[in-house]
Each structure stands twice: as C-alpha cells, then as structure tokens.
C-alpha cells in the first residue's frame, strides 16, 4: 500500500505546497520507502510509496512522456501484464510499475478506465490538457480513500488515503464510494462497477459448483502473489484465513519451480501463470493472541500441516488497552467491532514489519459473501439470506476492508484479499443462497468447506478436517475470549453511569448504546473534528430484525459453541 494526497484547483497552489507535502507526511506510515510529488497548473499530488513491485522504477507520481498526465496510486494491479500485451506499442512505458497502465487505459478509455483493472486501488490522475482530474477507487474499496472540500477554498477539491491528511483543511468530508469514478469536468461521482448481483432484491439461481469455486479462489490466490518482495501470511486458525494459507503455500512451491523466460514483469499471463514473483523457500506464517487463545491453537495446527514457517506472537490485555487510542487513530473509526478486532491486527502487523515482510494475504471477506457470521443462522429465508450478503459486501469498506487496510498500512505492511476477487465475488454471489443456508444439518459456510474436502480424490487434503469444519470465531473473539471482556469491564471504569447517560450535544443521533462505544467514540473525538468526520463512520451490528443480539460478538449468537447466556 502506499499514501496520495492531491488537491485539484487549489487559487494559489505554489503556497499551499508546503502544507500539501506536510499533510501527505501524516500518512508517510503507508508509504515509508520514498516521497514524491506532481505540481501544475493549480493542481498537485503527493505520494508516499510503499515499494512491491517495480522496486527500482515504480516512484510515483508517474507521468507520460510530456508529463501532461500525472498518476498517484495507491494500490495493485493484479492483470498489469495482460494490459501491457494488449495495449502492443501503442504506449511507451517508463517503468515496471504495475499501477502504469492506468494512464494508457485513460488515454484509451477515457473515466471508464477502471472497468479495465483487476486488482485493488485509489487514484487520482490529472490531464493537463484539459485540466481535468479524475479519482477512482477499486470496486469494493479494499483501498481506503476519502475526499474533501473547503469552504475557505471555493472550487478546490481534495483527495487522501486517509481522512487525517484531510480533516485539517476540509470542513467536508466523505467517503469516497467503491466502484465509483470522480470526473473534474462534470464536479460528479458515477457508479461504474456494475455486476450482475448488485442489485439484493435479485435472487440468484445458477446452480453450485464447487470446482469451479476451487479453482476460482485458487487463481485469485495466485495473482495476489504478485510481489518482488518477502511476502507472508496472516493465519487465525480460522477456515478462511487458513485456506487461503494452503493454497499460498502451494502456490509459493510452485511458483519457485517456474521458468520465467527471462519475463522482467512481475504478475499473471492471459492463462493465470504467475512469474516474475519473489518468495522465501517456504511460506511464512504470522499468528496473534493472548497466550492460550483458540486461534493460536488452530493456528499452529494448520502450520504444521501446510509447511509454513510459522511466527506466533502473543499480546496482553494491558498491551492492547494501551494501543487502543493508536489503533483509533490509524483506523479512522469508533465503531465497537472494528476496534475490537483492529488492535491485535495493528500490534501483529507491525512484528511483521519487523521481520522484513512487506505483504500478507489475509482472509477478510468470505463471511460477507458466503454468510458465515453465525447470526445468518437466523435469516428467515433464502431471500432474506442474500440480499443480507449483498448489503454486507456494499459496507465492507466501513468494516473488515478499512480494518485490513489501515491496521497493516499504520506499519507500512499490505494487506491482499482473495476472496474479494472480482471473478470469484461474480463465480459466488451468483450461487442459489439456499446452497449457502445455515442449517441444523450444514454448518455456516459448508459449500465454501465443502469445496475444499478432498476426500475420495487423488489429491493431497488442504487443510486437516478438524480445521476444514471449524466453527466461525469472530477475529476478536478468537485472539482470546477474555479480550473483549477486557475491554467492556475497562470501558465501565473510564465511563461514569452519568456520562453514559448523558451523550455529547455535538453527537446528535448516533448515540453510543453501550459504555465500551461510548469510551471509543470519546477517543475518536480527540483525534477529529467531530462535526467533520463523524459521518465518515458506519457501526457494524448483527441483523436486529433477525432477533439477534446487538453485540457483535459470535458469543452472543445462541448457536456458538461458548455462546453467551442471554
């Protein structure tokens, strides 16, 4: 990952300069490895690299020939190569760079540009010519980017990866919308992520079909290995995370055993082939807890049995309470679940940085479009059931994508995503939902499960079955059960019965419902304008017309199997 700050029509950006560079620092922990910058006209973009591929080229901002385009990215270009092949000699490449071919597919496609990337990003790229400035995020919004205006200065539009390079000059902020484009020249934003299962009121009927769903997340794996630098693992214990480990580890021996041909390219051919891609001998693995946590356990179990080398690292509930104001900070949030789960990625994620590991692949998005938070459990019918899915996966980006994205950036680590491949997102959503009900006789996400069962074939197991059919732990469930008790019984001891009952004038509405939110939101407000950059949050709560219980931890779901008393 890295860092873009970029203001467009700025009156007098010559002198603002200084304070661009200055708020672009504030976010120099994304992209620690070099800084750059692009002035003309009254426009300027700043950038803060995070080097993964193209290491000696890829310094941005990236320009053409004449440098009458500038291009600030964020992000990874998974099909990069194709791009380049298709695109012939019609474009003279100045780097590796796999974030390049943005400027060719601009000149090519115009604001529809993105439609023609697969991979995760923000962007924002400013024509010269036309003075123009378009900004686009990545379908889902895997990436984090925010945009902003100032009243103090009229016209002036601008943009960051992270809301605190912003909060200081804009009295307007948003989230920018995944799968969206901005175009200067209309002052709009306009959908152009548009696939076949947008819409939740649709129901979905194409029969399973669990090759297809191995196979699919298998490729997905692949392309996301595209790196030329040590990459690693993030390892719960948990089915999604450790699938995704398995097939990394497969990949990784494969990729090894390539011959690239002399390809200088990092990145996947038109048939899926991956080359170019730098590894260890054997994958690494990272896992965090409290000492004796359920994911430690299954964690090292799912290490031995793959292959990896495998990092375990332990926190304690004072090291965690004592990282909380940084984790909200860096995560730009008060909601209760994201912090809950946030901070023991935030304090593994920098031992990662430590041990010289600049990516990891993580398993963040498969409960969304599978179902697999056990309150689905209760969903009334298959209808029910996937239009809840579709609107889980339109607010990743308030929730888990925001949580992998800033808690690995805040230490200059990235954090890749397969399940949230756009091919396997359309291979998946499109499923008929009554495949994915849980039911007394499938347990949440069987077909997922199922499609990784390798028995009665001539294959070697992915995962050991105990995993394989592992019940779902929320993240911050399954670091240590006593985290989030921690956590509540500390919030009772900051918040008085009085203040509680009492919420700030300035919050108007989103009033917190428990202390633990309550104390979080005080800690949200000491780094932000609230006014500013409250509207810029969604909580994240179990499905209340379902009759579930408003916390969200998998605890309070009557069919864990450490499930609450109510």
């Not at 922990?29 to 002035?39: A, E, L, Q």
């Not at 949200?524 to 949050?537: G, I, K, N, R, Y």
């Not at 219980?549 to 450490?562: I, Q």
């Amino acid at each position: 990952m890295c860092g873009i700050f970029a203001c467009h029509h700025h009156p007098d950006v010559i002198s603002f300069k200084p304070k661009a560079l200055q708020l672009s620092k504030l976010i120099r922990h994304r992209g620690p490895d070099w800084s750059g910058n692009f002035i003309k006209n009254k426009t300027i973009i700043a950038h803060e690299r995070l080097a993964i591929v193209g290491l000696d080229s890829g310094a941005q901002p990236l320009t053409n020939e004449d440098d009458t385009l500038a291009l600030g990215v964020n992000g990874e270009i998974y099909n990069h190569v194709i791009i380049r092949r298709q695109l012939g000699g019609s474009y003279k490449f100045k780097t590796q760079s796999d974030c390049e071919v943005i400027i060719p597919l601009y000149q090519k496609y115009d604001i529809d540009c993105p439609n023609y990337l697969d991979g995760m990003f923000a962007f924002v790229l400013y024509d010269a010519v036309k003075d123009r400035m378009i900004a686009s995020r990545d379908p889902i919004g895997i990436t984090s980017l925010y945009m902003g205006r100032a009243s103090t200065c009229p016209g002036a539009v601008f943009f960051a990866s992270e809301m605190k390079s912003l909060s200081e000059v804009c009295d307007d902020i948003i989230v920018f919308p995944p799968g969206h484009v901005y175009d200067s020249a209309t002052d709009k934003i306009t959908r152009y992520f548009n696939p076949s299962w947008w819409d939740g009121s649709r129901i979905p009927s194409t029969p399973l079909d669990y090759k297809a769903i191995r196979t699919t997340l298998e490729a997905a794996v692949r392309k996301r290995l595209m790196a030329e630098v040590p990459y690693g693992v993030l390892l719960s214990g948990g089915l999604d995370s450790s699938l995704i480990a398995s097939i990394a580890a497969r990949e990784t021996l494969k990729a090894q055993s390539l011959d690239i041909d002399g390809e200088t390219l990092t990145g996947v051919d038109e048939r899926g082939n991956l080359s170019g891609a730098a590894s260890w001998p054997r994958l690494h693995s990272y896992a965090v807890g409290l000492p004796g946590a359920p994911d430690l356990v299954a964690a090292q179990k799912v290490a031995k049995f793959i292959g990896t080398v495998h990092h375990e690292h332990t926190f304690t509930l004072q090291e965690g309470l004592d990282a909380l104001s940084d984790v909200i900070y860096h995560l730009e949030t008060y909601d209760v679940t994201t912090i809950r789960a946030s901070t023991p990625m935030y304090l593994l994620s920098r031992k990662i940085k430590a041990q010289g590991v600049k990516m990891v692949l993580s398993g963040e998005g498969s409960d969304e479009i599978f179902g697999g938070y056990l309150y689905f459990g209760a969903a009334p019918s298959k209808d029910d059931f996937h239009s809840e899915t579709v609107q889980r996966v339109k607010n990743l980006h308030f929730a888990d994508c925001l949580r992998a994205n800033k808690s690995t950036c805040a230490w200059g680590l990235e954090a890749r995503v397969p399940f949230l491949d756009k091919a396997f997102l359309e291979l998946v959503m499109n499923i008929d939902p009554a495949e994915k009900m849980i039911t007394k006789e499938r347990i949440e996400k069987y077909i997922l499960r199922k499609a990784f069962d390798t028995t009665g074939e001539d294959v070697k197991p992915y995962l050991p079955d105990e995993i394989l059919w592992r019940q779902k732990e929320q993240f911050s469930d399954g670091v240590g059960y006593s985290w989030i008790d921690c956590l509540k019984d500390t919030a009772e001891k900051f918040v008085s019965d009085e203040d509680f009952a009492n919420p700030k004038p300035k919050w108007g509405e989103d009033v917190p419902t428990t202390k633990e939110a309550y104390w979080y939101r005080c800690m949200f407000d000491e780094h932000f304008p609230s006014q500013t950059c409250a509207s810029t949050v969604m909580r994240w709560i179990p499905k209340a017309d379902w009759g579930c219980a408003e916390d969200p931890s998998g605890r309070y779901v009557k069919s864990h199997l450490s499930a609450v008393p109510q």
